[in-house]
């Protein structure tokens, strides 16, 4: 689970960056930061309308294009090619993907980010941005494969296993 902190820091971004913040938006924000896991628009219409019932498509595409321009949330592609959103870790922008559950997991970055520094040195390319997403199936998911003692769903709700 993301935390209250981060829905905070996310509104007060909003904020300061002249946006108002009303029931919609605020539903939106914390639909994004209660679970950890990639969530396409309409999931998180269906999410934030616990907080806001009268929430509608138009308003959660508009704050995720808000959310995404101040750098809040990254745009990845999901299952079957649709467009899910995660909220951007700074210190690792790099993900593994669950496929069927959507679960977001960081790669550990400083590794990563150093091949991808290397091999673009050897090419002599100039790097302005990387997205890095690995798509497959958490070990939760894997066929065969018993949850570990502790381990739930990222989001619970609409959205949960």
Request: aromatic share 4%; net charge positive.
């Amino acid at each position: 689970m993301l935390s209250d902190a981060l829905a905070q820091t996310w509104i007060d971004a909003l904020r300061l960056s002249g946006d108002r913040i009303t029931p919609a938006r605020r539903a939106v924000v914390l639909a994004l930061t209660t679970g950890e896991r990639a969530l396409g628009a309409l999931e998180i219409l269906d999410w934030a309308r616990r907080w806001c019932p009268g929430l509608g498509i138009v308003t959660v595409y508009r704050t995720l294009e808000r959310l995404q321009s101040l750098g809040l949330i990254q745009r990845v592609h999901g299952v079957h090619n649709c467009h899910s959103y995660v909220a951007v870790n700074q210190a690792r922008p790099f993900l593994f993907l669950c496929e069927r559950c959507g679960g977001a997991d960081a790669l550990p970055s400083p590794e990563t980010e150093g091949a991808v520094a290397q091999v673009a040195a050897c090419q002599g390319f100039r790097i302005h941005a990387v997205v890095l997403q690995v798509s497959g199936l958490c070990q939760r998911c894997q066929p065969g494969s018993e949850p570990q003692a502790g381990s739930e769903p990222a989001v619970k709700g609409p959205m949960g296993h």
